[in-house]
């Protein structure tokens, strides 16, 4: 995760950004928060959609379901792990475009790559950090997300500067299923800390 984050900041070094609104959905917002917290300076604002400051497997449950996810990626490949992920995002019948597109672009990962990535978010954590962070950050939490709202609820609460806003009849991939609420939440968001 740090590395993800070292990489980000040096594209903003390389375009000469000095202040940057992130906005990051699953994994993409695990690495805005590691921005925030390895580079406080560079970033202006956080979004942070359906994701987490940590992805720690506390319970049997979770520890599961990642040993399952891990294991579908090493014997199944992408490809595979896509087939079976797209219709949990996209579980309603006129979803069937969307369902096909995230098998498409699952499959599309190198394996290897895919694999290493998931790895690397296993016992991640800056949820001790969170208090620290001074920018304005906006949780936007999915109501049939995998996550709980209650889980998002308490980070938020750890957070200085930060609100939580539900997104209506979306799963994981609310940019995907849900993009006029998440262009309005972001929108108003932004012109907020703008202002």
């Not at 309603?92 to 290493?116: F, H, S, V, W």
């Not at 799963?171 to 703008?194: N, T």
């Amino acid at each position: 995760m740090p590395l993800f984050a070292r990489d980000i900041s040096a594209l903003c070094a390389h375009l000469k950004l000095t202040s940057v609104h992130v906005i990051g959905l699953s994994m993409g917002g695990m690495i805005a928060f590691q921005l925030a917290v390895s580079r406080p300076e560079l970033v202006r604002s956080l979004v942070i959609i359906n994701s987490g400051p940590e992805l720690v497997p506390r319970t049997l449950k979770m520890k599961l379901a990642l040993a399952l996810r891990l294991t579908i990626l090493k014997v199944l490949g992408p490809r595979a792990f896509g087939k079976m992920l797209a219709p949990k995002l996209f579980p309603k019948p006129e979803q069937a475009k969307l369902r096909q597109q995230m098998q498409d672009t699952i499959a599309a990962n190198d394996p290897g790559a895919y694999q290493r990535s998931t790895r690397g978010l296993i016992g991640w954590s800056v949820q001790e950090q969170l208090p620290e962070l001074r920018c304005p950050v906006l949780v936007l939490a999915s109501d049939r997300d995998y996550t709980p709202l209650s889980a998002k609820q308490a980070y938020v609460q750890l957070l200085p500067h930060a609100r939580l806003q539900v997104i209506t009849d979306s799963g994981h991939a609310s940019p995907m299923d849900q993009p006029e609420q998440i262009i309005a939440a972001v929108r108003q968001f932004l012109q907020e800390v703008e202002a």
